[in-house]
């Protein structure tokens, strides 16, 4: 049972340029959530797609923008890149939207490494 | 304001001993869960064990228990038996409720737990 997989898992940019990193869930996910941890710090909440559609997200511009596919994967856009954005990307999987209730654990991809020159 | 508040940059612990690591929340809804994860040098965060607000009994998973104490709004972790590749950094985080009717998770700045043989 595959767990979630991000790619790629390094990812070097320069300031202005645009990325866009890959997210597959764990199977039988259906459930993905972007989070951008900084150097030292938690992840924070970038956002949530449910049924192919954004339906939470954390305090980030419109220059982070996101994609859910049929298939559950999912994909994060990053325009116009500033060196702030270098972190590290977690993508996280679940299963359903609404989990706080029941014990919904969210399962993290190893992430992705963008450093922005 | 800080959500989730880890007060201890760094732990040091002796290997065998037990270890806790601290954790306080904030938040006004009655429903919530809360987690620890782990993330080791590679950057995966590994779910450990989860409480939800509801809950009466302080949760287990083996070697992890998590010592909820509502009123006081504390959730810390406590290690039992460390072992050398315990070393890692941990999270505290907290589930909570968003407006649009979903859910979103906040982590803390994290600890890390330095095992000493």
């Known amino acids: 049972d595959a767990g979630v997989t991000q790619s790629p898992t390094h990812l070097i940019k320069t300031r202005g340029q645009q990325v866009t990193l890959r997210c597959s869930p764990k199977s039988g996910h259906d459930t993905v959530s972007w989070y951008q941890q900084a150097l030292g710090q938690g992840p924070q909440f970038i956002f949530q797609y449910y049924e192919e559609e954004e339906r939470q997200r954390g305090n980030f511009p419109d220059r982070f923008s996101g994609h859910q596919f049929p298939n559950y994967s999912s994909e994060l856009n990053v325009n116009a890149l500033l060196l702030g954005d270098s972190a590290l990307y977690l993508c996280?999987?679940?299963?359903?939207?609404?989990?706080?209730?029941?014990?919904?654990?969210?399962?993290f991809g190893p992430g992705t490494r963008l450093t922005v020159l | 304001a800080q959500k989730i508040t880890q007060t201890q940059p760094g732990m040091f612990v002796q290997e065998k001993e037990a270890v806790t690591l601290d954790c306080t929340y904030d938040?006004?809804?009655?429903?919530?869960?809360l987690f620890w994860y782990k993330q080791p040098s590679s950057g995966e965060m590994i779910f450990l064990i989860y409480q939800g607000s509801y809950d009466e009994q302080n949760a287990t998973e083996g070697r992890y228990s998590l010592n909820f104490q509502k009123a006081r709004k504390s959730a810390n972790l406590v290690i039992s038996a460390s072992q050398l590749g315990d070393s890692a950094m941990y999270f505290c985080a907290m589930r909570e409720r968003t407006n649009a009717g979903g859910f979103k998770t906040i982590f803390g700045a994290g600890t890390r737990l330095f095992v000493k043989a």
């Open positions: 938040t006004s809804d009655q429903s919530y869960g």
């Open positions: 996280a999987s679940s299963q359903g939207a609404s989990g706080i209730f029941s014990y919904n654990e969210q399962f």
